[in-house]
Every structure is written in structure tokens, then in C-alpha cells.
């Protein structure tokens, strides 16, 4: 999603913006753009669709000497994603650069027009730069305009803003969008996470929401609703995490085979001999919980859900499973002795974010699950569990959702130990089964062959079907998330047992049904499931180790001693037949149209 760098200094303005809003396209956006002060001269570019556009505009640019600058990648929201609504926005004498979204900006917008302010864009964002200059002339005090329009403004913001009122400053704020400031002696950084100033700051500070303030002559002014404050800097790593596709044709492909050894790294340490161990929680820390309400978007609730039956079944802990957006608004009832438990792989979802802060509000104790430590969702819950996916840069998660699933299913037999309700056989038994994962994650010689010729028979037709039971359900609403995500076909998971309550109406031979049939868990059940949709001349792609005459196409797998051995193994061949079909459909597999990876919006 929306992507911010920003920079004080001496260097080249230029080099250090791209470079630092490459390290965010990942994320996704539709635009972006850049804006410098050098020589009390403002100087901008915007350019629609990829970096490289902007790179090409700016090629006979260079700013080097003293001053400030700020850059942008834009996921539309309010507006089309054309070069008037890229980042920066313009007034007469200012750039802003915006994340997230002001929902007021229709009535400051519509009290700017009546004192004549002339709008470019569709932007919610445009308000902000439009007030400032309004905000300014009063007391021709640049600061004080700047705090008075932040003040103005509702809803979630991370923002940047230059001014040739100040040209040697920037004003910053931050309210539930992530910015944070990097520090290398006098040169200061801003980002929207830490990617684009690895290997540039030394030091890092996270901004709180409510803070805001300006950067001048090498020094950062804080400010929050108490007025001026101190704050501490942290060491920022040096290593820069960055990924490569080592050979492979996408992001996605080397991280469906990264799963065997990431999954290796999340149980490190953690599955002991004797048993299963999280430093991050201690026994005091569960006393007097109860139940587990779990909170996530996407991909990170579907693994939600899968360990909804684990912590049932395993821990005998009752858990319930909500989509964050949902649970945000429904006013829901809250007790202490629920441990609140977030998954989510960036860290930075807003939705996920705020349901977070709710359940704290609330009282009660919180436990993230997350891929990118110091993210705010990291920061904001009381302990938090890294998967140790490493990073995923592609948006259709894959690695992220093996990792979640593994670090949940033994925090569900660490909770049972703890609480003393897991039987010490099932817990052995378990253990040896997570012990089998990375290798039913291996992808065997000739399958991902096998799915990429199977893949020109689902090009079309009216839909997909994916289905399953128990565990075997979430995992067939990830499936047909992957589809629709990354090949643009409609595509739903579904409860094998419901289809006969109404989908079953869609059964033609051109509705592709992919069955998740494991032979350990409910295996004739979901037989007679598949055999249903059959008789009424579904198209049938059974995934399965027991063969299954009625299926028209069929992927036998290796492994069937354990429900999440064979979990995980089919789940490789969801991941991979999305890919295939997405290939074949000539689609941008890393970068899906309309996607972000971090989504900071609600
Ligand atoms: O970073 P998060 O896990 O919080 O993200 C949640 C969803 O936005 C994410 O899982 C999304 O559904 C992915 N694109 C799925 O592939």
C-alpha cells in the first residue's frame, strides 16, 4: 500500500527517494512521486504506474547540496490512479505526501472551495497542503500553521510536508499510519517502515500516534497532545533483509519452495525434546485465561480459523475467530480472561491494528503473531511470536500462512501443556508430526510439472469451488483466496458439508470444484461431498492420497499418517496451481492488479 520516504541533508535528494521507494513497491501502489526544496526552489515529479516511469522522468535531475525531500508511492483510494492524484500534492507553496485516509476531508475540502481554494485532484490528501497555506498567512509561523491543520484533521495519517515558507524543514505527524525517523548524525530519514533507510541510519525512532513535529538543521523537534517531549532512539539493524528471487520466475514461486526451510526456522528452538517452549510467554502470563478470541485479515484469518479447530481439539480451550474489519465496528463484548491473540504478516494492517488497541483498551492481555518484528502490531501487543518466514515480498502471502498455521498449532499444545488439558500422548504424537513438515513441504520431482499442465483445463468456466472439512475448510478458503488474488477468477472456499445448503444449485461441468480430500480426517465424509457435486457433472480436481475414480482430474499426495502433514502438503498444491493458472492468464503474479501487501487503510 501508500509508501513514504522523506530526507534532510547534504546528499542526492533524488537517488535516496527512488531508492528508498523501490524498497517499498513491494507493498504495491499505482503511482508515485517525489518533491525537493534545494536553493529555496521547490521541484517535483509524479509519474503514473511503475517506478521505473518515474525514474525515466526524473533522469536529468540531480539535487545535490543542502536541503529537503520527500517521495511517495500511492495505492489509490479516493480518487483514479492518474498523475493529478500521485503524491506529492501541490498548493502554491508546499508539497504534503500522505498515507492512510482523513475522514474529514469532504468538509475541510468543501470550507477551503468557499474561501476559494482551486483542487486538483480527487484526493483526500490535497485538503492538508490546501490548509496549511490557508493556515499560515495568519501568523506567518510555519509550525503553528502545521499543528493547527494536523489538529484539523480525523481519521489515520501518516504525513510529510515541505514548505518554501521553511525550506530547510520538514513537518511531520503521525496518527495511525506507521512513520517512523531514521538518524546518521545530521542527516535525517523518514520512512513508512524501515526497509528504505536500512544501510543509511544508524538509529531509528517509531513514532507514536499523536506525534507530530519538524526536523531542523539536523535536529527533530517532538511534539504530542502534552507539548514538547524527549524521546530515545534505537540501533536500527544494518542488514538489509533484501530479497531476490535466486533464480525463480517470481517472488511467490521461491516462497512456496522457501516453505520447507522456513518452516525449520519457526519451530527452532521452540519444539524441544521434552516439549514445546515460547520464550515470549511465560506461565504467569496465561493465568486466569480462559479462552482465545483471535483477530486477523486475508490470508492471516484463514490461519486463524484452521487454529480455531487446533486450540478446540488440542488445548481444549474454547477460540473464536473474527475478521478484524468486522470486529472493530460490533461493538463487541470483551472479558479478562480471553487472551487476545492478532496474526498478521506485515504487522502494519490497520484493521488488525485497531482491533488490537480495542482488546488493550479493554484490559485484556494481547499476543501478536507476526513476520516483521518492530512493526506497530509487534509494538503495540503486550508479547508477540515471530514466524520467521523471512521476508515475503510476494502480495498473494504463501510463507506467511505456513508459518502463522505452525506457530499456532504449538501454541496450542503449549497453552494445553501449561494448562494441563493436553494428554501427554497427543502431545508426542503432534510434536513427531510437526517434525515430518518440513519434509511434506518438499516439493516432490514432477508435481509442479504435473500442475502446470493441469493448469490450461482451469482457464475458465464459471468458477471454482474449493472445498473441504474441518481444518481442511480455511485451507480451501486460502485456495480460492490465491486464485482469485493472482488469476482473477472467481473463485470461494467452502465447508464441503454446506455445499448441498444451496451452492450446489452452480453444479454444471463448468463449475470447477477442487476437492481437499485427506484421508486421516473425515475422509469418507467428504467422499461423499465430492460424489454429490459429481452427480451433478461438476468438473472435479480431487487432491487426495486415496484415488478417487469420479475425480476428472487428479493430484495423488505423499502423505496421509497426519491431518497437518497433509494440511501443509496441500496446501503447496493450492499455492501452486493458483501460480500456474495465473501464468498461464499472462498476469503480474508478484504485483496482482488492485493489491497492496501491507494494507494501511480500513
Ligand atoms: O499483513 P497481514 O497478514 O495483516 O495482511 C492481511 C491481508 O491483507 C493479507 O493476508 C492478504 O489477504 C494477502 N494478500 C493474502 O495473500
Excluded at 530519514?189 to 528504505?196: E, G, L, N, R, V
Excluded at 472445498?467 to 485456495?479: C, Q, S, T
Excluded at 444449485?505 to 457435486?533: G, Q, W
Excluded at 475425480?551 to 491431518?563: K, R
Aim: negative net charge; glycine residues 8%.
Amino acid at each position: 500500500m501508500c509508501g513514504i520516504v522523506g530526507y534532510v541533508g547534504a546528499k542526492e535528494k533524488k537517488e535516496i527517494l527512488l531508492e528508498g521507494l523501490s524498497e517499498l513497491e513491494y507493498r504495491g501502489y499505482d503511482s508515485a512521486g517525489i518533491a525537493v526544496i534545494e536553493n529555496d526552489k521547490l521541484t517535483s515529479f509524479k509519474a503514473v504506474g511503475k517506478l521505473k516511469n518515474l525514474q525515466e522522468k526524473t533522469k536529468n535531475y540531480t539535487s545535490s547540496g543542502f536541503g529537503v525531500s520527500i517521495g511517495h508511492t500511492r495505492w489509490a483510494t479516493h480518487g483514479k490512479p492518474t498523475e493529478l492524484n500521485a503524491h506529492p500534492h501541490l498548493g502554491k507553496y508546499s508539497f504534503v505526501v500522505h498515507n492512510g485516509i482523513i475522514e474529514n476531508y469532504q468538509e475541510i475540502k468543501k470550507g477551503l472551495q468557499k474561501n476559494g481554494v482551486n483542487f486538483l485532484s480527487q484526493t483526500d490528501t490535497e485538503t492538508i497542503v490546501h490548509l496549511f497555506e490557508q493556515n499560515y498567512p495568519k501568523e506567518q509561523k510555519a509550525f503553528e500553521a502545521f499543528e493547527d491543520t494536523i489538529k484539523t484533521l480525523e481519521g489515520a495519517y501518516a504525513v510529510l510536508l515541505i514548505s518554501e515558507v521553511a525550506p530547510d524543514t520538514i513537518f511531520f505527524a503521525k496518527s495511525g499510519s506507521p512513520l517512523l525517523i531514521g538518524f546518521d548524525n545530521e542527516e535525517i530519514y523518514f520512512a513508512s517502515s524501515d526497509t528504505p533507510i536500512i544501510g543509511k541510519a544508524k538509529e531509528v525512532y517509531y513514532l507514536e500516534d499523536g506525534e507530530y513535529g519538524y526536523v531542523k538543521e539536523g535536529k527533530v523537534i517532538l511534539f504530542d497532545k502534552g507539548g514538547e517531549k524527549s524521546f530515545q532512539t534505537k540501533a536500527l539493524t544494518l542488514d538489509k533483509i533484501s530479497a531476490q528471487k535466486d533464480g525463480y520466475r517470481f517472488f511467490m514461486e521461491k516462497e512456496i519452495y522457501e516453505q520447507s526451510r522456513v518452516m525449520s526456522e519457526t519451530m527452532m528452538g521452540r519444539l524441544k525434546d521434552e516439549c514445546i517452549d515460547f520464550e515470549e510467554i511465560d506461565e504467569a502470563f496465561l493465568e486466569g485465561i480462559e479462552n482465545i478470541k483471535i483477530c486477523a485479515c486475508g490470508t492471516s484469518y484463514h490461519s486463524a480459523l484452521a487454529s480455531s479447530y487446533l486450540f478446540e481439539r488440542l488445548a481444549k480451550i474454547p477460540c473464536s475467530v473474527e475478521i478484524a474489519s468486522e470486529f472493530r465496528y460490533k461493538e463487541p463484548l470483551l472479558s479478562k480472561n480471553t487472551l487476545f491473540i492478532v496474526i498478521s504478516q506485515s504487522g502494519e494492517t490497520a484493521d488488525t491494528l485497531e482491533a488490537l488497541k480495542m482488546a488493550k483498551k479493554g484490559g485484556l492481555k494481547t499476543l501478536a503473531i507476526c513476520n516483521v518484528d518492530n512493526s506497530s502490531i509487534v509494538r503495540t501487543s503486550d508479547r508477540s511470536i515471530l514466524t520467521r518466514a523471512g521476508i515475503e515480498k510476494g502480495v498473494a502471502s504463501t510463507k506467511a500462512f505456513a508459518t502463522q498455521t505452525m506457530v499456532l498449532w504449538m501454541l496450542s499444545l503449549f497453552i494445553g501443556r501449561i494448562k494441563g488439558t493436553t494428554d501427554a500422548k497427543i502431545a508426542k504424537s503432534e510434536k513427531d508430526a510437526m517434525l515430518h513438515i518440513p519434509k511434506a513441504l518438499l516439493i516432490p520431482d514432477g508435481l509442479h510439472e504435473k500442475i502446470h499442465r493441469l493448469s490450461k483445463r482451469y482457464l475458465h468456466g464459471h468458477g471454482f469451488f474449493y472445498i473441504g472439512r474441518d481444518i481442511f475448510y480455511p485451507l480451501a478458503l486460502e485456495g480460492a483466496l490465491k486464485l482469485k488474488e493472482i488469476s482473477y477468477l472467481h473463485a470461494e472456499g467452502y465447508p464441503a458439508g454446506e455445499m448441498k445448503h444451496g451452492p450446489i444449485a452452480l453444479a454444471d461441468s463448468k463449475l470447477f470444484t477442487i476437492a481437499l480430500m485427506p484421508r486421516s480426517l473425515h475422509y469418507e465424509k467428504i467422499k461423499s461431498n465430492v460424489e454429490e457435486l459429481s452427480a451433478r457433472d461438476s468438473t472435479i480436481l480431487a487432491i487426495s492420497p486415496c484415488a478417487f475414480d469420479l475425480a476428472d482430474d487428479f493430484i495423488l499426495t505423499q502423505h496421509d499418517s497426519h491431518p497437518m502433514i497433509e494440511f501443509f502438503e496441500m496446501m503447496i498444491i493450492t499455492q501452486l496451481l493458483a501460480l500456474e493458472i495465473s501464468v498461464r492468464l499472462g498476469n503480474d503474479v508478484d504485483m496482482p492488479r488492485n493489491l497492496a501487501k501491507s494494507v494501511t487503510v480500513e
